[in-house]
């Protein structure tokens, strides 16, 4: 018998058991095995079959890493047709996660029981395609077309309980999948149920598809797979039987596994996965933390202070003044209760925090108990390197002492201390208590087990973290400042702020970078820019002053109601300012430049090839280790849409070469900023791409 799929006789029952770990994926081997299985047990004389998975779940889908290889035999919907029509009573036994072709095969089966803590859902779309055997056609008959699109364009894991009564399953009952199962099919052998395949169910009752296909179309922000498995399901009312609502889905799934959108989402898939796996932490072990501490309670320092007391831990806020420790403290408070409106806290866990977790200090001993401390204080050098001493002389030995910095030197900032090898930095993004990223930034002398820590607390508070090393602006923001710039100069050539954040929202981006600017505060490009600006730029970099005017006047952005758009109190919408094209328009006068036309096509293609030509450097330098972390921090940090798989995947998916190509020709117009990164020309004279890269870490 297979190695992955078990056999066992019951008496009148078969069991097959699949232990294909970790999730059970329905890879080559184990659809092989269910089909000898089913064979074998039509052969030796049993009434029924009984399907479950051994280990943490039932089958969690497909196998992914076969997505993109040659099809081997049998192939799932021709499996899941063949258990449907078994003429023996087949019945799973589900747990886990029932993800994917693994519900499908649940649904081929004539019943399902579940234990209580198991989640089915059809999620294929959040990997760019649509359920491919047969659960767009099975699916709607069972629940009915409504609950069916629901699940199936939003992937959304449902709860057995809900399942239960969508009709998804036949029983809920605690217990070991086997058991249970095996008692079920008693039962309905008992009870004379008869075999039920879901493909002779009468036909659903159609919706109006096309206005559903058009809302989910505009809810994806350029996502195809959701609004095409409105037309898979459209197919299970419409198709004049099952076969052909089928064939429909084949054809759909067919088309949909070929396109850029399915590569891009499946690579973010696996670099999510491969992010925190980095081989310098192999073996090492983190350090403990119960407690920790902040310095600074602004805006940064409560949301962190949020984070860490949602994920359980017990935290001490250090504030200059009584004063500002008890602002901080209502700023945690109103995080907090956000966080109980969206249903992610309850009521008493909240009061709970707010009485024993927190503790006020306006003393840096308070902080000597500490596990690590995160120092959330004005982004200035000195400042920061005074704040280090002091917690160099009161924290404990061992304590991890990580500064949230986005772009000063950790270098510096360790070596004010008589211990850099504990001195690390956790950028969180602001709400630090929402955003999912967190950079953590290793300096020359951060010791290991002190990086295991930051990823073992970034795993703790639920984020997504990437290993970045000393730069400016370290990977995201050295990024963001490089792309920034392109568009700065898209401006002073002829597009308008409004034209291209308009043509980077449809390219799939939540917002535009002018949108951005004025959701973050328009005040702190002028900062950057002013303090750049007394460094001594280089007189080839191409600057532009009209923000400044705005920032001059007191305008920042959505906080005074104007920036480069107007906001009104209370409603989210905006509108262009229209003081900006007057201002963009002296500036360009001034520098006489001639404005000229851009497509949304050239807008998009400079700010991404800007993106990437950064990334590239940023991998180059080691700052990121492989191109999957760079991909990862946009996704997270920097609203880039999942489905191009990150900036370096785009650039794969667009040909090296070509990318390469546009630099050159762009370099002939601003040799200073147009500057092909060595790696990205080095992969594609190679003829490779950025994922090679990854493979190969
Ligand atoms: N195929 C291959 N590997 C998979 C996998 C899959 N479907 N799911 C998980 N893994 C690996 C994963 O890479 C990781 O590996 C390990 O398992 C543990 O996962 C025809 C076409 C099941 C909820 O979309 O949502 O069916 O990193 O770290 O947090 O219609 O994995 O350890 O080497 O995520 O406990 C549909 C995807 C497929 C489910 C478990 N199914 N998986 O989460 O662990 S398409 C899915 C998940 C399909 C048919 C179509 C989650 C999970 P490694 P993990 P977890």
Known sequence: MSQVIGYEKVG??????????????????VRQGLLAGIERAEADGVQAVLIYGEGRTYFAGADIREFGKPPQDPWLPALCD?????????VSSLHGTALGGGLEVALSCHYRIATPL????????????????????????????????EMITTGRHVQA????QMGVL????????REIGLAFVRDLLETGAPRRPVCEMAKPTPIDFDATYDAVLKKGRGQLSPAIAVRAVQASCEAHDFAAGQARERELFTELMASDQRK?????????????KLPELQGINPRELHQIGVVGGGTMGAGIATSALLAGLTVVLLEMSVDAAKAAKDRIAANLAGAVKRGKL?????????ENRITLSTDYDGLSGVDLVIEAVFEDMEIKKQVFAKLDATCKSGAVLATNTSYLDLNEIAASTGRPSDVIGLHFFSPAHVMKLLEIVVADHTAPEVIATGFALGKRLGKVSVRAGVCDGFIGNRILNAYRTCADHMVLDGASPFQIDAALTRFGFAMGPFAVSDLAGLDIGWAARKRKRATGLDPRARESFYADKLCEAGHFGQKTGKGYYVYEPGNRSRKPNPEIMPLIEAERAAKGISPREFTDEEIVRRYMIAMVNEAAKVVGEGIARRPLDVDITLLYGYGFPRYWGGPLKWADLQGLSDVVDDIRRWSGEDPYYWQPAPLLEKLATEGRCFDDLNKAS
């Not at 063949?82 to 087949?90: D, Q, W």
């Not at 891009?264 to 925190?276: K, N």
């Not at 309850?346 to 707010?354: K, M, R, T, V, Y």
């Open 264 to 276: 891009g989402l499946i690579h973010a898939f696996f670099a999510e996965r491969a992010v925190s």
């Open 82 to 90: 063949r258990i449907e029509a078994s003429p023996l009573m087949v």
């Open 346 to 354: 309850s009521p008493d866990a909240q009061e709970e925090i707010l």
């Open 118 to 149: 198991t989640k089915v859902g059809l999620p294929e779309v959040n990997l760019g395609i649509i359920p491919g055997a047969g659960g767009t056609q099975r699916l709607p008959r069972v629940a009915g077309v409504e609950a069916a699109l």
């Open 161 to 164: 309980s809900e399942a239960l």
């Open 12 to 29: 009148d029952i078969a069991v097959l058991s699949a232990n294909n770990p970790p999730v059970n994926a329905l890879g080559a081997e």
């Open 170 to 177: 036949d029983k809920v009952q605690d217990g070991d999948p």
